[in-house]
């Protein structure tokens, strides 16, 4: 386990980190660049196939960019680090699932990172909100991402209104996949870790470089990368142990057990 303004624990194939910075959570620039290197390695290391993203304390995962840090001499367009701010948004080739474990407020540049995970679990009483307009300043990431992940309009009165929205109306719209009361929020996020853990990690991998590069692609042009093995996450899961090895298994009534070559 490290400590820090960031804290992580592995065990077995997961990975979890926290954001721990009283009182708030928010992200400096160097806690941003910590972010980056710890997910930078993440990404590198075969041992790991899952992390867990999560706030410390009961009431703030991540109000984004530490605005004092700000008053203090932070550029707001100085060195996030390798991976952008938070450490997740730029990340290139992050072929590893990422669950955003969300135990209270989530906004700004916090609710960016929120929306560069693959899963979004809630507490009950997590709330969400892009209110960067209010500081006359653009919410970047989220208006990028944001309208592709719930409905256009939603989206829109967001990013226009700094409206805040409950986890109950964050889980009608899409924005979160489940809700939990707030004793059960990591355990719920490592039920679902877990799971993927024991999962085939190729194909993890191939899927979200197929999401991730598809999403400007038609849908012929995409299907064609596929089948010719152009994406180079499909051409290595095609040409794979795993793949030969979940045939197998199948054939022979028994559970695979993935090895990620």
């Known amino acids: 386990m490290t400590e820090g303004p ?11 980190v926290t ?7 928010a992200i400096d620039l160097a806690t941003s660049r910590i972010m980056g290197e710890i997910f930078r390695d993440f990404r590198d290391d ?6 867990v993203l999560t706030g410390a304390g009961p009431k703030f995962f991540c109000p984004g960019w530490d605005l004092k840090a700000a008053a203090e001499g932070d550029a707001v367009d100085g060195d996030y680090g390798v991976g952008g701010f938070g450490g997740l948004q730029e990340l290139r080739d992050l072929n590893k699932p990422v669950i955003a474990a969300v135990n209270g407020i989530c906004c700004g540049g916090g609710l960016e990172i929120a929306l560069s995970a693959d899963i979004i679990i809630c507490t009950e009483h997590a709330t969400f909100a892009l209110p960067e307009i209010r500081s006359g300043t653009v919410a970047d990431a989220a208006s990028i991402k944001l309208p592709k992940r719930i409905p256009y309009h939603i989206a829109m009165e967001m990013l226009l209104t700094g409206r805040w929205i409950n986890a109950g109306e964050a889980n ?7 809700i939990v009361p707030a004793r059960r929020l990591l355990d719920r996020a490592w039920e679902q870790a877990r799971l993927i853990e024991s999962g085939p990690p190729l194909v993890y991998a191939a899927i979200k470089q197929i999401v ?5 692609m038609c849908f012929q042009t995409a299907m064609n990368k596929i089948t010719k093995r152009q994406f180079s996450t499909v051409d290595v899961l095609y040409g ?9 298994a199948f054939a022979e009534k028994r559970d695979p057990i993935w090895r990620g070559v």
């Open 46 to 51: 075969p041992a790991l196939r899952v992390a």
């Open 212 to 216: 991730r590069e598809a999403e400007g």
């Open 240 to 248: 794979s142990q795993d793949n030969q090895e979940g045939a197998r």
């Open 19 to 25: 954001i721990d910075r009283p009182k708030a959570n």
């Open 6 to 16: 960031i804290r992580t624990r592995r065990d077995g194939a997961v990975l979890e």
């Open 172 to 178: 009608r719209w899409g924005l979160v996949n489940e």
